[in-house]
């Protein structure tokens, strides 16, 4: 079946008429919610789409903070931009749950440990990020003895497609494992920094 023909047909299935959409953690509804690295803008819009009070997407690359923009829009959704590289944030506002897709540190070695580093300085209830399954040991040791993270739990394993889309991307497509983690920071940590 077609990638169209399969779109069509699920597009026909029924739907809920009342669906229940929950966080069973509680750290997006009702929440100030900031999407580090936000790309095109996909975790932010989820953030808003699931109730957060607010959502603050940062990026460093001004094309990114524009997609994302211009996809919000296109869901009438008011989230805030921010252009700024994550390892220099300076944050003096409050945010319950950061929510990230970081670069995964093949290219720049621990880029996605500044990233979690930072993200857990600055959410004050929980953090959600997605690392490499082959890193995961070194992911949840770095989270509780070097971030003062207070807990660091994988939530589930996904499986990614990365088609080639930089030119340092070697192969067509990478098919590569996932994990989806729920950190938790210390208390008091949280308050900004």
Not at 8 to 32: H, T, W
Not at 41 to 48: F, I, K, N, P, R
Not at 64 to 72: F, Q, R
Request: glycine fraction near 6%; aromatic fraction near 8%; charge should be negative.
């Amino acid at each position: 079946m077609k990638l169209k023909q399969l779109e069509s047909v699920l597009g026909d299935l029924e739907q809920f008429s009342n669906p229940k959409a929950e966080n069973s953690f509680g750290d997006v509804s009702n929440k100030v919610v900031a999407d580090f690295g936000c790309g095109c803008g996909t975790l932010g819009a989820a953030a808003a789409l699931l109730g957060a009070d607010q959502v603050i997407a940062i990026d460093i690359d001004s094309d990114s903070l524009e997609l994302a923009s211009e996809n919000a829009v296109d869901l009438e959704l008011d989230i805030d931009f921010v252009q700024c590289d994550i390892r220099n944030l300076e944050w003096r506002g409050h945010v319950d749950t950061v929510v990230m897709n970081p670069p995964f540190g093949t290219r720049k070695k621990g880029v996605d440990m500044d990233f979690l580093s930072m993200a857990l300085k600055v959410a004050s209830q929980a953090v959600y990020s997605l690392h490499k399954t082959s890193t995961r040991e070194h992911v949840k040791k770095a989270a509780l003895r070097d971030f003062n993270a207070s807990s660091a739990e994988v939530l589930c394993e996904l499986r990614y497609d990365v088609p080639q889309l930089y030119k340092f991307h070697k192969k067509k497509e990478v098919d590569i494992a996932v994990d989806l983690w729920r950190f938790v920071p210390k208390r008091n940590q949280g308050r900004g920094i």
